[in-house]
T-cell receptor, first 114, second 116 residues
Framework: DTAVSQTPKYLVTQMGNDKSIKCEQN?????MYWYKQDSKKFLKIMFS???????INETVPNRFSPKSPDKAHLNLHINSLELGDSAVYFC?????????????FGDGTRLSIL | AQTVTQSQPEMSVQEAETVTLSCTYDTSESNYYLFWYKQPPSRQMILVIR??????QNATENRFSVNFQKAAKSFSLKISDSQLGDTAMYFC?????????????FGTGTRLTIIP
């Protein structure tokens, strides 16, 4: 069983379109994250949710809107896609308050904007 | 704000040799955690090893060990008897122990190539 699963794995779309990436975890964790990995492989936190509540929003453009219907799901919707949005987006999950437990990552979604 | 620095963008070693990847960080926090993640060409993010800042003993996981120097804010990764499967990007990461706000701050990564 996949612990953190993201769909789709690849997403190719035109500039200006709207797209969504879905993430689900079956680990029973209460916190979920979105990270962005740019073309230079640099990973940066975008958002985190704890029990469906937004905790971290790292100055991400408001074209990005995360949604957490329950603590096992965290989706990312992106409006009006721009060339600079091309990246790999990783979902992760962890149990809060247990700091030495690692964050578990999904396999990433490679988003390519034409 | 916390920062993580990996000063070696690329490294390569012969199979079976030992290699050390360096990582330094900057923080004013006293309670935090450090991790090394591996990202092979398959793109997965795989935890290699973790260290709690309050523990003086260096963490080890089979062929992987760390040299944690808290005063120097240094957290290097040593890979012994390197194998071809160790070829990957390696990321050092830092996390504050802060309930519900536990984001990872990553370094820029080191691309490690194991040469047959």
């Amino acid at each position: 069983d996949t612990a953190v699963s993201q769909t789709p794995k690849y997403l190719v779309t035109q500039m200006g379109n709207d797209k969504s990436i879905k993430c689900e975890q079956n680990l029973g964790h209460d916190t979920m994250y979105w990270y962005k990995q740019d073309s230079k492989k640099f990973l940066k936190i975008m958002f985190s949710y704890n029990n469906k509540e937004l905790i971290i929003n790292e100055t991400v453009p408001n074209r990005f809107s995360p949604k957490s219907p329950d603590k096992a799901h965290l989706n990312l919707h992106i409006n009006s896609l721009e060339l600079g949005d091309s990246a790999v987006y990783f979902c992760a999950s962890s149990q809060s308050g247990v700091g030495n437990q690692p964050q578990h990552f999904g396999d990433g979604t490679r988003l390519s904007i034409l | 704000a916390q920062t993580v620095t990996q000063s070696q963008p690329e490294m390569s070693v012969q199979e079976a040799e030992t290699v050390t990847l360096s990582c330094t960080y900057d923080t004013s926090e006293s309670n935090y955690y450090l991790f090394w993640y591996k990202q092979p060409p398959s793109r997965q993010m795989i935890l290699v090893i973790r260290q709690e800042a309050y523990k003086q003993q260096n963490a080890t996981e089979n062929r992987f060990s760390v040299n944690f120097q808290k005063a120097a804010k240094s957290f290097s990764l040593k890979i012994s008897d390197s194998q071809l499967g160790d070829t990957a990007m390696y990321f050092c990461a830092f996390m504050i122990s802060n309930f519900g706000n536990e984001k990872l701050t990553f370094g820029t990564g080191t691309r490690l190539t194991i040469i047959p």
